[in-house]
């Protein structure tokens, strides 16, 4: 990962504004919050060629009816101007948030669709804790071709091993 940035902290407005959408279907900050994390994504100057995000479980996905990395990902590239594809395939598996810190640490199976190659890939996701889920998308998406691979994510968690802000963003 070139790096990470993020919007807060997950025990701040940002976490509430996650919670939301995660578990109360709130998608009203969703076109806000793409714009946020575009905002975010510009700092770095260069556009992206293409947004991604991080895929859910399967089952998650289904028991949700929608994929919210999904959602937010779609509204960062409008505000970026700036293509959004599905890129990432994920094995089944248990989602994250279910797992040990040791095992949360191993990260889930992921490979990407095929690139073009050196593209730049910017992923969009609503959480990060350890990390290694962002680690391991962008792992496939190098795989694949792309020569930069960064992400742009609502909250963090803070605690408990969790993964900080690594530039001082959001916090």
């Not at 947004?51 to 929608?66: A, F, I, K, Y």
């Not at 594809?85 to 992921?110: F, I, N, V, Y």
Request: glycine share 12%; hydrophobic share 45%.
């Amino acid at each position: 990962m070139d790096h990470i940035r993020v919007l807060g902290p997950y025990d701040g407005p940002a976490g509430v504004l996650v919670r939301g959408l995660k578990f109360a279907n709130h998608r009203a900050p969703v076109h806000a919050l793409g714009a946020a994390l575009a905002a975010v994504g510009r700092r770095e100057g260069d556009l992206p060629d293409l947004v991604t995000w991080v895929p859910s479980t399967v089952e998650r996905r289904n028991r949700r009816g929608v994929e919210h990395a999904a959602l937010l990902a779609r509204a960062t590239g409008r505000a970026l101007g700036v293509p959004v594809r599905r890129l990432l395939l994920r094995a089944p598996g248990p989602p994250q948030s279910t797992r040990s810190l040791h095992q949360r640490r191993r990260g889930p199976t992921m490979r990407s669709r095929r690139l073009a190659p050196g593209a730049a890939i910017v992923i969009v996701d609503d959480v990060v804790t350890t990390g290694t889920s962002l680690a391991t998308a962008a792992a496939a998406l190098r795989a694949a071709g792309a020569s930069r691979v960064s992400a742009i994510v609502v909250a963090a968690t803070t605690g408990g091993g969790g993964a900080r802000p690594r530039d001082g963003v959001g916090r």
